[in-house]
């Protein structure tokens, strides 16, 4: 059987996860694209495909068939794939951080939140913790940014007031970032990098300051003085590869 109705209620539900609080609601998303879709596939989330008429995938998961028409009405694209998934988030949290922590304070840009998951995986990051104001995790730009890493990583949701003095507690430094001053993290030493948090903040403000107080250390990228600052995603990117060196 092939959809073709949008009153059809299993279109509905589809339309509604495209926005945030059904997809707190349902504690489920949808992802697009091949690469996604068996990126999600690998990690067991996928509860049920999506797939415009004709198309063929030999994943053992239940399926729905849809026309273009409707593909193209539930998708979040200007170009919609052929193919998608809707994904159950997951159940429980890991608490288990592991030693090479990123704790992101209320970034706002989709694709920028996206971006740094991917370096994160890349620089082999443990857990990736979120303030309760950062953008949504599950927001269908964050989710094609990452370029299904997010499916490789730990990631959680925390007060960052409350988070870094845990980790402190935990015996590890926690690492602020800044334009300028503090300390040029070209100058860690390895046993600096062995075992850290490094939180960055908001792409107009940074840090917060609150939160730059509380903070071991303040670390910044040294550059030359004609640019004012990185873009957040660029920035973090940087400071995940020092801290890898």
């Known amino acids: 059987m092939v959809i073709s109705s949008l009153d059809n209620e299993k279109i509905k539900k589809y339309k509604k996860l ?3 609080k059904y997809r707190d609601l349902y504690h489920q998303y949808i992802v697009e694209g091949m690469h996604l879709v068996l990126e999600a596939y690998k990690t067991g989330v996928i509860e049920e495909l ?11 998961i239940p399926y729905t068939y849809v026309t273009k028409e409707i593909m193209k009405k539930i998708s979040s694209l200007d170009t919609p794939s052929s193919v998608m998934a809707v994904c159950h988030k997951k159940e429980k949290e890991n608490d288990n951080f592991g030693n090479r922590i990123l704790i992101l304070d209320e970034i706002q840009d989709p694709g920028n939140l996206g971006t740094i998951i991917r370096s994160a995986v890349a620089f082999s990051i443990d857990t990736i913790i979120l303030s309760e104001n950062t ?52 100058s ?58």
């Open 18 to 20: 495209q926005k945030k």
């Open 50 to 60: 999506i797939l415009e008429e004709n198309e063929i995938i030999p994943l053992p």
């Open 135 to 186: 953008v949504d995790l599950y927001n269908p730009k964050v989710l094609r940014a990452t370029q299904g890493m997010i499916f490789h990583v730990n990631i959680i949701i925390r007060n960052a007031f409350e988070i870094v003095p845990l980790l402190q507690n935990y015996g590890i430094p926690v690492y602020g970032t800044q334009v300028d001053h503090g300390m040029d993290v070209r």
């Open 188 to 245: 860690l030493t390895k046993k600096d990098k062995e075992r850290f948090a490094l939180v960055v903040g908001n792409e107009g403000n940074g840090v917060r300051l609150e939160i730059s107080s509380m903070c071991d250390r303040n670390l910044y990228i040294n550059m030359n003085d004609s640019v004012e600052s990185l873009n957040v995603a660029v920035a973090t990117s940087i400071l995940l590869y020092e801290l890898g060196r």
